[in-house]
T-cell receptor
């Protein structure tokens, strides 16, 4: 149980275009989802916390107009990288926690974004 | 504020040897502690977690960790490693609750050599 999927797993886009990444909890309802960014050989950097039906809470230094997060249902959160540039190239990982949980997060497999 | 320190960025070890990956945390309140493993180009998988109770926690793939409150440590151990254990290992801490953030350490690359 507690499986989280991400789509797409890999995306290449041109500079200036927007890219949407989906994160789904497949067998549980997640009131809270998290979006992370991971640079090569680095730890995970929390970008934002996404709560179903409300606005996401962004970490300091993360541009909310650049990284649009929508959590429209209990099983789906989306991250849209708007007007992507090469510096946005990274590995993006989402996670979800269960409502009665202990902060344990279930992670998706990640999305590799490459902006040309 | 919480923080997590993984002093070893890389730990090389020979196959079938024991290994310990170190993790220290700082927090002024009770914490929950986690170890996650990440294989190349994949997401994170939970190895084990400490919530309460016994300080020795057993996880998947033969790993275990011991919570030491006085030393604020949560070191990960395995008595005999395999080549397939080669991966990045992350220690994380939280105050608890479904909406609470996980604070991650910088990770330790376990490199198992034949």
């Amino acid at each position: 149980g507690a499986v989280v999927s991400q789509h797409p797993s890999r995306v290449i886009c041109k500079s200036g275009t927007s890219v949407k990444i989906e994160c789904r909890s497949l067998d549980f309802q997640a009131t809270t989802m998290f979006w992370y960014r991971q640079f090569p050989k680095k730890s995970l950097m929390l970008m934002a916390t996404s709560n179903e039906g409300s606005k996401a809470t962004y970490e300091q230094g993360v541009e909310k107009d650049k990284f649009l997060i929508n959590h429209a249902s209990l099983t789906l959160s989306t991250l849209t990288v708007t007007s992507a540039h090469p510096e946005d190239s990274s590995f993006y990982i989402c996670s979800a926690s269960i409502p009665s949980g202990s902060s344990e997060q279930f992670f998706g497999p990640g999305t590799r974004l490459t902006v040309l | 504020a919480q923080s997590v320190t993984q002093l070893d960025s890389q730990v090389p070890v020979f196959e079938e040897a024991p290994v310990e990956l170190r993790c220290n945390y700082s927090s002024s309140v009770s914490v929950y502690l986690f170890w996650y493993v990440q294989y190349p180009n994949q997401g994170l998988q939970l190895l084990l977690k400490y919530l309460s109770g016994s300080t020795l926690v057993k996880g998947i793939n033969g790993f275990e960790a011991e919570f030491n409150k006085s030393q604020t440590s949560f070191h990960l151990r395995k008595p005999s490693v395999h080549i397939s254990d080669t991966a990045e290992y992350f220690c994380a801490v939280s105050h608890g609750g479904a909406t609470n953030k996980l604070i991650f350490g910088t990770g330790t690359l376990l490199a198992v050599q034949p």
